[in-house]
């Protein structure tokens, strides 16, 4: 992104603008101190100790009646001036070495790494107060010294950041095509680092100036020179007297580091292209339940599951809505295996979600009626839509590793929502568990029941997710693609165990997929949804065979090898 | 388990002894005549050369260095040039000083921070707005400037609390509440800033996380996810943020020390390193070294038992 959009955009956001307005302000009125300042900021007359503001002196005068004005005007060149070389010292040390150590690593990267840990485990403060006391009270030295201090952040941020690009591929093509070194990295290195460097910058700026005054404030800086922690101390000291005198070091100093700070979170913000935040969900518009829309399946609805007419809208951070889900028609029944496919981005887990009602942040049904088990779910409040999920509708999600807690083992997940529906024991829950386990084709179950997700197979975790679903007895299951992230034998495998389930305890399947493979092999019937709605729907065989819709019949042809579909289960009208 | 905290606390004694070298090396690098400084301008010369002699100073320096080491490692530690106190004595009678402080901001900060982080992180909205930006104004503004403002609210103008001076907890509970109030929430400010974003971060990223919509799927409330789950995904990297922030504590306990007239390790760094007094500036170096040494490895061993992956790793 070029440097004039990154200004605009901060320069638009208002914790940008006021920020650097008010940073600008304060740098220009310091560099003409002498300017506007009344008189020199060490003049003193002890007539006018504690005065305060008259005429020619808008801010009156301090312990040793001097012009708080110039002092304050003086000072800032001091503070802003020392700050300055501190960050001039930390970027002219950090940034290089993190460079060389980022790109090269190796023996240097070990090296400067340790140095940097090693300088980030002391304490700023002692090693300051150490340092004052060997290279004396100069505030300049004290200034580099600290800007040693603060040089891991920067060494780290570089190091962290080329790091990362270095094994990118353009900088491998780079290297390939006979680039030098030195021209790869300012071609292609220096300008990813170049952004996270000036916001860390800015925040280091308000930080070193915080440190600085710190400094001062201490009293260990060179006594006469006019800085703002020195005007805080001396303030501090006749605190009973005049406690107002803390105000105009306090605000000029307070103003300068948090404008630095808001400036470095704005131009973060800048950078990364991220506007304001995500509008907060409104409640969802009360949707249409009693729905006029054709029947989907051209009969009654069904018993288990029955979706009429369902839309999911999304609100968008601009503010806009739109809908990826609009008008589907979709159909359970007990026993029955149904897939629902389509392309990624078709709608298919959306509509997943809403019959469970774990829409994400943002989303919501719009329009439409899902009943389960007879009862209508849409705009049932969470607490009663929870009593349904797990007994009577449960979920298999699609990436196995990512649907388990990883800080908790596969025993205290299995059994912590039947312990909860069911009400057992933990005991019971326990014994239970194990028994899952084993109708899941887990071979070891004691084995991995105290283990944790990390030490498991996708495979083995998968089958786990389908035991949590089956725990506390649902009569339909909502299965996201669980079998996308296996490789082909263990797909098999738990397809074959998703059939062996529904067949023996006669659940009911909602299939999401985009195998159509996975269709021929275990579905009795099939929906199919484009673009947010549902295209077709009939019996498996009907539709892989003999489709009516050119958007199945595309389906079908991107799909290599014409496998024969399942042939409905007999007695059972579709 | 053993040999990781063996290989810490071994990593800790060769950071202890290069960063005692360089310090040693650093604070006998001017070339000032401590025997003048200590008896005066107006002392004889040979009087002078007397106590540099005494000092061991009229050695090169790594024999200093050398020596010094060899008692610091039986934890003598000397006694103090300028006031001739024993060093171990002197920092015994103030280090609970300064541990009483830590606690009460480790407390506090750990406390407040969940509450603040998880409050704007479940609830987003402008909940979270007023968290960030109360985040961000209390890591700006330099922590003895909100201290400064905090001494003259509550104890100059309001004078709820005194403005100066510490009772002992074994002396009086009420009496040590009473002192320790204000610099505690002085230095938490800065502290519940940094780890409540950290705090609020983890949570809004862990409530993204599949196995939370899985735990919403099996009919779990959405009280026992947040408070069985989500927070103790959230809590290792937020711990990892506490733990580098008592960096940070350990310089702004030297000022909050020196502005509450706290008789601590802080006030004392500012007046012993003032005058360059080398056996209190070593111990107090290797106090904070570690200090600092013993937080990473207390925090890094909570993150392991709080995180099973890091723990068999």
Redesign the interface.
């Known amino acids: 992104m070029n440097a004039r959009r990154v200004a605009r955009r901060v320069l638009r956001n208002p914790l940008g603008l006021v920020p650097a307005v008010v940073l600008a302000l304060i740098v220009l009125a310091v560099l003409c101190a002498p300017l506007l300042s009344p008189q020199g900021p060490a003049v003193a007359s002890l007539r006018d100790s504690f005065g305060g503001p008259t005429g020619g002196h808008p801010l009156g005068f301090d312990s040793a009646g001097r012009d708080v004005l110039a002092r304050l005007l003086h000072g800032g060149r001091n503070t802003l001036g020392g700050a300055l070389l501190a960050l001039a010292v930390a970027l002219v040390v950090g940034v290089p070495s993190g460079l060389v150590a980022g790109y090269r690593g190796g023996r240097f990267d070990a090296a400067a790494s340790w140095t940097a840990n090693?300088v980030?485990?002391?304490?700023?403060?002692?090693?300051l107060?150490?340092?004052?006391?060997?290279?004396?009270p100069t505030v300049w030295v004290l200034m580099v010294v600290l800007g040693v201090l603060i040089a891991p952040s920067f060494f780290r941020l570089v190091r962290g950041t080329v790091a990362g690009v270095r094994n990118e591929l353009y900088v491998d093509a780079a290297r390939v095509s006979g680039l030098r070194d030195a021209r790869i990295v300012a071609r292609h290195v220096l300008v990813v680092v170049r952004a996270p460097v000036i916001v860390q910058t800015a925040l280091v700026a308000?930080i070193a100036?915080?440190?600085q005054?710190?400094l001062e404030?201490?009293g260990?800086g060179s006594g006469d020179t006019p800085t703002w922690g020195a005007m805080?101390n001396e303030a501090?000291a006749n605190?009973?007297r005049a406690?107002a005198m803390?105000v105009w070091p306090?605000l000029a100093?307070?103003l300068t580091?948090?404008s630095?700070?808001?400036l470095a979170?704005a131009l973060r913000d800048a950078l990364e292209g991220r506007g304001a935040?995500?509008v907060?969900r409104r409640r969802p518009a009360t949707a249409s339940t009693a729905s006029t829309a054709p029947a989907g399946d051209g009969g009654d609805r069904a018993g288990l599951l029955s979706v009429r007419d369902l839309a999911v809208s999304y609100l968008l951070p601009d503010g806009t809505v739109r809908e990826v889900v609009r008008g589907v028609d979709l159909d359970v029944r007990e026993g029955e295996i149904v897939g629902l496919v389509g392309e990624s981005g078709s709608g298919k887990t959306q509509t997943a979600f809403s019959i469970?009602g774990?829409l994400?942040?943002g989303g919501h049904v719009s329009r439409g009626s899902v009943t389960v088990d007879g009862r209508e779910v849409v705009g049932l409040p969470?607490r009663g839509h929870?009593?349904?999920?797990?007994?009577v509708v449960?979920?298999v999600?699609q990436?196995p590793m990512?649907?388990?807690?990883?800080?908790?083992t596969i025993g205290a997940q299995l059994t912590?929502?039947m312990r909860?529906?069911l009400g057992i024991s933990r005991a019971e829950a326990r014994r239970r568990a194990l028994d899952l386990l084993r109708q899941v084709e887990i071979a070891d179950p004691e084995r991995v029941l105290a283990s944790?997700p990390?030490?498991i197979s996708g495979g083995m975790a998968q089958r786990v997710?389908i035991a949590?679903?089956m725990?506390?007895d649902p009569r339909l299951l909502v299965a996201d693609e669980p079998t996308t992230a296996l490789d082909v034998m263990v797909q098999a495998e738990v397809l074959g165990l998703l059939r062996r389930l529904q067949r023996e305890r006669g659940l009911g399947v909602l299939l999401v997929t985009h195998n159509l493979g996975v269709v021929a092999d275990v579905c009795d019937r099939v929906a199919v949804m484009h673009e947010g709605r549902v295209v077709e729907t009939g019996t498996a065989e009907r539709v892989l065979h003999d489709p009516r819709e050119p958007y199945t019949r595309t389906l079908l042809d991107a799909v290599l090898d014409q496998v024969p579909a399942r042939p409905p289960l007999k007695g059972r009208t579709p | 388990m053993v040999s990781f905290v063996v290989r810490r606390v071994a990593a800790g004694a060769v950071l202890l002894f290069v960063v005692s070298a360089l310090s040693y090396l650093l604070l006998s690098v001017p070339d000032t005549d401590v025997g003048r400084q200590i008896l005066g301008s107006g002392a004889p010369t040979e009087t002078v050369a007397a106590k540099n002699r005494e000092l061991g100073l009229d050695r090169p320096v790594p024999v200093q260095y050398a020596d010094w080491l060899a008692h610091a490692v039986r934890g003598d530690f000397g006694t103090s040039w300028f006031t001739g106190e024993n060093v171990v004595r002197a920092i015994a009678t103030r280090l609970p000083v300064t541990v009483s402080l830590m606690v009460g901001v480790t407390l506090v900060t750990a406390v407040l921070s969940l509450l603040l982080g998880v409050w704007a992180g479940v609830r987003r909205g402008a909940a979270d707005r007023l968290v960030q930006v109360l985040g961000v104004l209390g890591y700006a503004l330099p922590g003895f400037l909100v201290t400064l403002v905090i001494v003259v609210v509550f104890a100059v103008r309001l004078g709820w609390f005194p403005a100066i001076g510490y009772i002992g907890l074994t002396e009086s509970v009420p009496g040590w509440l009473s002192t320790i109030t204000l610099p505690v929430a002085s230095l938490s400010v800065a502290a519940v800033a940094g780890v409540s974003q950290q705090v609020r971060g983890a949570v809004i990223d862990v409530l993204r996380q599949d196995y939370v919509r899985t735990l919403r799927a099996r009919g779990l409330p959405p009280s026992r996810i947040l408070f069985r789950h989500v927070l103790r995904n959230a809590s290792a990297p937020a711990l990892t943020v506490l733990g580098m922030q008592f960096v940070g504590l350990l310089g702004g306990a030297v000022i909050v020390e020196q502005i509450f007239g706290l008789p601590g390790i802080g006030a004392m760094t500012v007046t012993y390193t003032t005058r360059g007094d080398i056996p209190v500036i070593m111990a107090l170096v290797m106090v904070a070294v570690v200090g600092v040494v013993a937080v990473n490895l207390a925090v890094d061993l909570l993150v392991g038992w709080l995180n099973p992956k890091a723990r068999t790793a």
């Open positions: 090693l980030m485990a002391l304490p700023a403060m002692v090693v107060l150490a340092s004052r006391a060997i290279l004396g308000g100036i915080g440190l005054a710190g404030f201490l260990i805080l501090f605190i009973q406690p803390m306090g100093l307070g580091s948090a630095l700070v808001l979170a935040d995500p907060r469970l774990i994400p942040e969470e929870r009593a349904l999920r797990g007994t449960a979920y999600p990436e990512s649907n388990l807690d990883p800080s908790f912590e929502p909860y529906k944790y990390h030490q997710l949590g679903a725990s506390c």
